[in-house]
């Protein structure tokens, strides 16, 4: 079923010599997303532009990625007790007018920028943790 589903996707010579390292990259990404809960942008965005997408393409395919694999966490987490439902849903609803506005802009902004705000983003999570021990 899965040859079927590929099969019917338009490919070009740069994907099919690199079907084996995209499916790596999947894997680790969707390990960094089930265990720190972050693995698109972390991990799938730098994957995607080492194989060969201009900034804009690694973060939209990288927002695309996300969907299912927070899926499949939200479904471990949730079915293990770990979900606080109430939290969850405002933080939830934010993310759609968020979401909306960034990907809007995503092609609005210089490949430099967005990869400048992107490492800033990680340096500030990389501080919290660290400080948070």
Known sequence: MANKLFASLPENENIKKKKGVLSIAGVITGFGNGMFGSGGGL???????????????????????????????????????????????????????????????????SSVWINRAFCACMLFAAYRLWIAG
Request: net charge neutral; charged share 10%.
């Open 43 to 109: 991990i799938a965005v730098p994957a995607l532009e080492k194989l060969g997408l201009d900034v804009p393409g690694a973060h939209a395919s990288a927002i695309a990625v996300i969907l299912p694999l927070s899926i499949a966490s939200t479904a471990v987490y949730a079915f293990g007790g770990a979900m606080d439902w109430t939290n969850t849903l405002y933080v939830a609803l934010g993310t759609i007018p968020g979401g909306f506005i960034g990907a809007k802009l995503l092609g609005k902004i």
